[in-house]
């Protein structure tokens, strides 16, 4: 196991971080913490890099006590905190540069494992961090936590507040990085993130709410989910709440996600409801459930 | 060690691209040098003073004559008995009484010595102390008029008392003052903003998880500080010495090495303050409020510790600054040596060792 | 201003300098419409809003909002607008209570007025148990819908909402919409700046900015069509390659 968490608990005065959390990570693994603000996932984070205690339980990370064994946890971990910003007056050369000496290596030395992000803020080395966009800026706070090549990633949401196309690349380059052996620990609060994970727990609370493959937690909700859709988006939300039958009820972008308490639920009738309550336009379809549909179902 | 020169480095750049840093670092000792170099004058000009002359004799009517005709004093009026002396400071109608002792010329030509007492009304120190130091500098030259037509030594005695400011600071007690803030300000409050820096881009973070040590982190922020701090004290000095003309009596060295006790107390003191904050805001706050405004204001830069009350006096001597002041008036302005200081030195080397120790303490390697 | 937009902006532009962070971008908003304002970091979005919240001045174009114009009515279009950030939402060191007052009076609400409105969003949010408590130790999503109810509360013509629900949990960033469509269904018109996709799919029409360039603007759903895209965040994919 490269981590493995055993009913680790946290708390801060009277609020619960982090509630009786217990997950386990294989050598090569890409986990998902997928969670809100406010979910428990920097707290669990912290703990794993050895910068918290936990209240309660226990924790390895590449085999290592992380109460016990703290200091080599910190000469095998590359971790990328969510706020973290890198130096703004230092150029991206010298951020490097400054991560791989005080990890005691050197940019050349590692510099394969790196390339394929660095290449591309190679051209601007020489400028000011504080000068690179989003995107760029990301990706040198990943070149850095990776410049002395840790056994194991710990990534919190990095992709908060990155424009799409970034985020899109920024995934790409952690599939890479796990096919080379590379163990990593990202946390989102995108659920459509979830799906590019091997495997993921969603948390809320300072719970989890299950853990599995996205495929299997998608292949477990219990219901059939419909959309729905007509012209008065407000009006549709009102009618679908007072149907008697209604189970669920959320806006989801464009339509309505709906389910029916009953198991025999015939979207005709729900039409015919609509059609009397006066909306136009009215639509049904059944649809796929996606992560989010699960979260909410399970978090209620 | 290759680890810990990285870092310094590191350090180094973020001191030479910040301007606002560069500017406290350099302006500010240089700003505030000159600024209370040139509003604290000693010059004196027209000042109005009373005579009150025991003994009126030739030679005394030569010195009141000598006195008159200097450009800085115009003699207001006669006095006759020492009651009067009270009143005249009272109605604010002169700055300075002076006392000729009765059958002066007598004990001069007798005894070869006579006494001239000047009073002076303290409420302005500084004028108070310019106005001694000028009167005694005519009677000095009148003096050696008289001893070079004569074979004798006559001495004349210039006694001076202050009334209502029993301490006095000296003009030139603005440079260990000023020298003493700058070199807590730049080692405590920009360490302190430094490090608490770190927290709020959550580097610090980083660094936590990092084989780099806790002290490494801490030696290698303080480090471009000690060297900054150092410099600055070289050109505090420097300044005064070559455009205030202020005599350092005692040794440079010592002098050096004093200084460098007291930044190293300063750092001491900002690492302390980075471990209670948790944002540059927080941090420069209780720099400014918690060792900014007690140094100016109780280590007896401005007020003289003597003369406050009771409480405030005891408080005084927890304050670093104070002992420093002390140690810096001994070497620049009365010449001593360590001999003299050594219970100063001391007493500041024990906080220096104080604060360390609570930092350490209370420098966290996690994050609670 | 014709028919029954609320917002109709023409050729803005806004230069600093050299730089052109608005160039020239044209459209309308109407009525009662929710209006998605999509772009990257840095493509111009803010900029754009500033301008029609009429705390910066266009450097050329035109742009009326609420029926007054930008260059000469900057301050009349402030009384007649809410806002909402997600940086800035209410004071955490008030209570709810405080905050709903204190920003009821820099609209110039009566204080009757104030307590009326107080107690319709008290019961609307179910805000009973924590009406004196302070905002500061509410949880993040009840913040949102404080103040996305206080920037309603001086009744404007349009609100504008900047990234309103980044980070909420789905359900909560689903009640949250739901009181964006009653607000919509009430005649308010919401106007929502994000760089998150996911809540484009939400609004009636959206405009996507790059570099500075509107380089769409049409409902979610032809979008999706024209770009051959399953969600608004391909649609966006596509459009920022090229």
Redesign the interface.
């Known amino acids: 196991m490269s981590i493995s968490v055993q009913h680790i608990s946290k708390s801060f005065k009277k609020v619960t971080a982090v509630n009786d959390v217990s997950f386990e990570l294989k050598e090569g693994e890409l986990f998902g913490l997928i969670g809100p603000d406010g979910a428990g996932k920097t707290t669990i984070f912290r703990i794993l890099t050895t910068l918290l205690f936990a209240d309660k339980g226990t924790a390895t990370v590449a085999g290592f006590d992380v109460i016990g064994d703290y200091k080599e946890i910190r000469n095998n971990v590359g971790y990328m905190p969510g706020k973290f910003s890198l130096y703004q007056d230092l150029t991206v050369e010298e951020n490097l540069d400054f991560f791989a000496t005080i990890f005691g290596t050197t940019i050349e030395e590692n510099y394969e494992l790196i390339k394929d992000i660095y290449v591309q803020i190679e051209p601007f080395k020489k400028r000011r961090a504080g000068a690179l966009s989003g995107g760029m800026k990301q990706k040198l706070a990943l070149s850095c936590a990776l410049i002395h090549k840790p056994k194991v990633l710990f990534l919190d949401e990095p992709t908060t507040g990155v424009d799409p196309v970034s985020r899109k690349e920024f995934w790409e380059m952690l599939k890479r990085l796990q096919q080379k052996g590379i163990t990593i620990l990202v946390s989102t609060p995108y659920m459509d993130e979830a799906e590019l994970c091997d495997r993921i727990a969603l948390i809320q609370h300072g719970k989890i709410l299950q853990i599995d493959t996205p495929q299997e937690i998608i292949k477990h909700y219990p219901k059939k989910i419909y959309d729905v859709k007509a012209d008065n988006m407000y009006r549709l939300l009102e009618s679908l709440k007072s149907f008697e039958h209604h189970y669920s009820v959320y806006p989801f972008g464009e339509f309505v996600h709906y389910t029916d308490k009953r198991e025999d639920f015939n979207p005709q009738e729900l039409q015919q409801y609509l059609a009397t309550k006066n909306h136009q336009n009215i639509k049904i379809e059944i649809t796929k459930t996606t992560i989010e549909d699960t979260f909410m179902e399970l978090a209620k | 060690m290759k680890r810990f020169i990285g870092f310094v480095k590191k350090e180094f750049y973020h001191i030479f691209r910040d301007k606002r840093s560069l500017f406290i670092l350099f302006g500010m000792p240089i700003a505030q040098i000159l600024l209370f170099g040139f509003a604290i004058t000693n010059e004196i000009n027209n000042v109005d003073i009373a005579i009150f002359d025991k003994s009126n004799d030739a030679t005394t009517q030569e010195i009141i004559q000598k006195i008159s005709a200097s450009k800085y004093f115009s003699i207001k009026q006669n006095i006759t008995n020492e009651a009067e002396i009270e009143t005249v400071f009272q109605k604010g109608k002169v700055l300075a009484v002076l006392v000729f002792e009765k059958d002066f010329k007598k004990n001069l030509t007798k005894d070869n010595a006579a006494k001239v007492h000047v009073i002076t009304d303290a409420t302005d120190p500084n004028t108070a102390n310019s106005i001694t130091n000028y009167i005694s500098a005519i009677i000095g030259s009148y003096q050696k008029e008289i001893n070079k037509n004569s074979t004798l030594e006559y001495q004349i005695e210039t006694k001076s008392r202050m009334v209502y400011n029993p301490e006095l600071k000296s003009v030139f007690m603005f440079v260990p003052g000023v020298m003493t803030i700058i070199l807590m300000l730049v080692s405590a409050m920009m360490t302190s903003i430094s490090i608490t820096r770190e927290k709020e881009l959550g580097t610090m973070e980083i660094l936590l998880v990092s084989p780099l040590k806790p002290f490494q982190v801490i030696v290698g922020k303080v480090i471009p500080y000690i060297f900054l701090s150092i410099i600055n004290a070289i050109v505090i000095v420097l300044l005064s010495i070559f455009i205030f003309k202020m005599p350092v009596q005692g040794s440079l060295f010592l002098l050096a090495l004093e200084s460098v006790l007291f930044i190293i107390t300063s750092l001491s003191l900002g690492i302390l303050i980075s471990t209670v904050s948790a944002t540059q805001q927080t941090a420069m706050m209780i720099s400014l409020m918690g060792l900014m405004l007690p140094t100016i204001l109780l280590s007896g830069f401005i007020f003289p510790i003597s003369s406050m009350p009771l409480p405030l006096q005891i408080i005084s001597n927890i304050i670093p600054a104070k002992w420093f002041i002390l140690i810096l008036k001994g070497i620049m302005l009365k010449g001593v040596g360590l001999c003299f200081i050594w219970k100063e030195t001391l007493i500041l080397a024990g906080m220096t060792l104080f604060f360390i120790a609570l930092s350490i303490k209370k420098y966290k390697i996690r994050l609670e | 201003m014709k028919n029954n937009n609320v917002i109709e902006v023409e050729n803005l532009t806004k230069k600093f300098g050299n730089f052109t962070a608005v160039n020239s971008i044209t459209f309308e908003v109407k009525k009662g419409e929710i209006f998605g304002f999509l772009g990257?970091?840095?493509a111009g979005k803010t900029t754009a809003m500033k301008m029609l919240i009429g705390i910066s001045k266009p450097t050329s174009g035109k742009a009326q909002v609420a029926g007054f114009d930008v260059f000469t009515h900057p301050e009349d279009i402030k009384k007649n607008i809410g806002y909402m950030s997600q940086k800035f939402a209410l004071y955490d060191d008030l209570t709810v209570k405080e905050n709903i007052t204190f920003f009821g009076g820099i609209y110039g609400l009566s204080r009757a007025k104030i307590k009326e409105k107080r107690n319709e969003l008290v019961e609307e949010l179910g805000l009973q148990d924590i009406v004196n408590e302070l905002v500061g130790s509410l949880?993040?999503g009840w913040k949102q819908k404080i103040s996305f109810s206080i920037a309603l509360l001086h009744s404007p013509t349009i609100v504008f909402l900047d990234e309103p629900t980044?980070?909420?949990?789905?359900?909560?960033r689903?009640q949250f919409?739901?009181m964006i469509?009653?607000a919509?269904?009430n005649g308010t018109t919401v106007f929502v700046t994000t760089?998150y996709?996911?809540e484009a799919?939400?609004c009636d029409r959206v405009s996507i900015m790059v570099d500075g360039k509107i380089e769409a603007l049409d409902?979610?759903?032809k979008l999706k069509e024209k770009y051959n895209a399953d969600?608004?965040?391909d649609v966006?994919?596509k459009l920022?390659?090229g």
């Open positions: 990257a970091n840095g949880p993040l980044g980070g909420v949990d789905p359900i909560t689903r919409w739901e469509y009653k919509a269904n760089h996709m996911d799919e939400y409902t979610p759903k969600n608004m965040n966006f994919l920022a390659r």
